[in-house]
């Protein structure tokens, strides 16, 4: 994954912000040929900023919640 607007060097430098940050962009802008790990979807979901409905989404996918609870 490219990205021109984030100094992924320096922030690879905090795995856990790396991780997170690199979460998010798939979420938002596209996997490409990649697949979510769910283990760390669910290790992370309450520390992604993404889109509400998105997040209700993959908590209702790996819990079975109802996702207007989260």
Do not use: C, H
Not at 15 to 21: L, T
């Amino acid at each position: 994954m490219y990205n021109w607007s984030v100094d992924t060097k320096r922030l690879k430098k905090d795995p856990e912000k790396f991780r997170v940050w690199k979460l998010e962009q798939s979420i938002n802008y596209g996997l490409g040929n990649n697949k979510l790990n769910q283990k760390e979807i669910k290790k992370y979901l309450n520390k992604l900023n993404i889109d509400p409905d998105k997040k209700a989404y993959l908590n209702f996918v790996l819990y079975g919640k109802n996702p207007t609870i989260i």
